[in-house]
């Protein structure tokens, strides 16, 4: 079983930053990719970024793009998300997820651009909560 833990969310003004973190444990497959969603008050979870096993590919939602960077440390097993120019449309909880075994190249052959959906994901952090105020 995988578990995952994100950390890193908190109280910041327009324009701010934060970089929120999810480090894996438990039983880890030798590919997948990983997410990070979130989910504002009152609406439905939407994809905000997406990395293959190798960082090779990344996608993101276009409401981030410009703003956010997904990135990983396989060697620490941890996630991370770099929030800039936050707004107060950024507030919601904030999810890592991840998958079964995908093979490296798998996202960067998923239709679309947008990044996966959440059918996708097997594995789901508890979340942190990221709120901006203007």
């Known amino acids: 079983q995988v578990q995952l833990a994100e950390s890193g969310g908190g109280s910041v003004q327009s324009g701010g930053s934060l970089r929120l973190s999810c480090v894996a444990s438990g039983y880890l497959y030798s590919s997948y990719y990983m997410g990070w969603f979130r989910q504002p008050p009152g609406k439905e979870r939407e994809a905000v970024a997406a990395?293959?096993?190798?960082?090779?590919?990344?996608r993101y939602a276009d409401s981030v793009k410009g703003r956010f960077t997904i990135s990983q440390d396989n060697n620490k097993k941890t996630l991370y998300l770099q929030m800039n120019s936050l707004k107060p449309e950024d507030t919601a909880m904030y999810y890592c997820?991840?998958?079964?075994?995908?093979?490296?190249?798998?996202?960067?052959?998923?239709?679309?651009?947008?990044?996966?959906?959440?059918?996708?994901?097997?594995?789901w952090g508890q979340g942190t909560q990221v709120t901006v105020s203007s």
């Open positions: 990395i293959d096993s190798d960082s090779s590919t990344t």
């Open positions: 997820a991840s998958t079964v075994f995908r093979p490296v190249g798998f996202l960067r052959s998923y239709r679309g651009t947008s990044p996966p959906p959440d059918y996708e994901y097997r594995h």
